[in-house]
DNA sequence: AATATTTTTTAGACCTCCCTAAAAAATGTA
DNA sequence: TACATTTTTTAGGGAGGTCTAAAAAATATT
């Protein structure tokens, strides 16, 4: 049996591994769980002698293919609830992550098999994320920040990277969701900010906000 | 901030309360809770500092308002999922209890509110239990056993009392669900089991069975 | 290379919830 | 009423998860 925060742990080692390639460290591990190294020590152990990681001291933690077996089912159970806040239950996606949170760890598999079939199988949540299937397989979109493009480049929305609720109601506002065309109107190197046209409107946005947002050409 | 197990005991001190009236005892506790009579002494004594119950040693427990209150949005939210489950995602009425065990303990005030809204402010659960408003109300339903009507009488069934899945699986087999018409044929005073007619179909059905299926005239 | 700084681990402790064993109170029986 | 039985509580301890403080290892600086 695996516990609520161990099933937390490896879902954020999961994260980090794909962020950052090399392996997770302890501190970095512990600013993701809001909680101190000396607790990520203690856990770690824990989940490497249950297999889900591999952990050297001094070094840092490696997932496994177990690990990683387990943590794209919590998220595919967290991207699946986010659909169905957002398409049934008309949650706003930036309403939606806390309850996730939640709802990713009720177990059932019958239950997540049966809210994929009353959802339509999707292939990705509300902010563009895709969904893993029950074997943990999903595409890899081809996506690229939008802080990245040069000027004059059309392309469009795939995801948002933060799932930060402040970030969501400014992009909502604006009009950016996965689906829309944007296009880098003017480009300023100084401080990265840029502005864009969405729905023919036209935006300043900073640099923050312009690397949150993923597109594709 | 109130623990999933806090919850847990809350709730069956509610419905042992509702029972049989009387105080409820530490053993009928460790009993409902499948846990030990220490281990009960234990939690009595923190729900009581919290003030959701009251305690006498060695007399037992009496709910409070506030213990009700916090009981009965448990059970709100755990008929309103079951109602979800079966409604929307096709589970048969002997699968959803352990998976809404589980959903009770979601905490989103604005996710319970949503999903009633969804599922079209349903007042009853699939086993035919009331399901308590936002405020804890809900109208106590005229009901009887059907172990206890006289022979020849007719009634429709409103709620199945215990929750186990072979019994559920029983009743489905039969047709015996809540709003169909039963009438009582021949009832056998020597062991409590009688014969009855659903849907133009008899059957005999023990006392234990006869008991669980409530009713209304 | 020696020293200073940062990161990580160990040690010891606390809280929650559970347990067993034994003591205390309540209840039943002769 | 005195004794036996049942119920409940206390005492002490264990597993999961957290913390702070201090030690150990790794890394950076001079």
């Known amino acids: 049996m695996i516990s609520l925060t161990e099933e937390n742990y490896l879902k954020s080692i999961y994260h980090l591994s794909k962020a950052g390639m090399e392996s997770v460290t302890t501190n970095d591990l512990a600013e993701a769980m809001n909680t101190k190294a000396a607790s990520v020590t203690d856990m770690i152990k824990k989940l490497s002698i249950k297999e889900f990681i ?8 490696n997932i496994t293919s177990k690990g990683k077996g387990l943590a794209l089912s919590v998220i595919r159970k ?5 659909t169905f806040l ?8 930036d309403e939606v992550h806390e309850v996730a949170e939640q709802l990713e760890h009720i177990q059932s598999v019958r239950l997540i098999e049966k809210l994929d079939e009353f959802l339509g199988f999707p292939k990705v949540d ?7 299937d029950s074997n943990g397989k999903f595409k ?3 996506q690229m920040a939008l802080g990245s493009l040069k000027q004059g480049s059309e392309s469009i929305i795939v995801a948002v990277k933060d799932s930060d609720s402040q970030l969501l109601k400014y992009l909502d506002k604006i009009g950016a969701h996965p689906g ?7 480009r300023e190197e100084y401080d990265g900010s840029m502005e864009v046209s969405i729905n023919g409107q036209r935006f300043f946005i900073s640099k923050e ?8 050409a």
Chains 1, 2 share one sequence.
């Open 54 to 61: 591999t952990y050297e001291k001094y070094y840092g933690v």
């Open 78 to 82: 967290h991207r699946l609830w986010e």
């Open 86 to 93: 957002v398409k049934k239950l008309d949650f706003t996606w």
């Open 126 to 132: 509300p902010h563009g994320d895709p969904i893993p």
């Open 140 to 142: 890899v979109p081809q």
């Open 180 to 186: 829309k065309k944007i296009k880098v109107v003017d």
């Open 209 to 216: 906000v312009s690397e949150n947002i993923l597109v594709t």
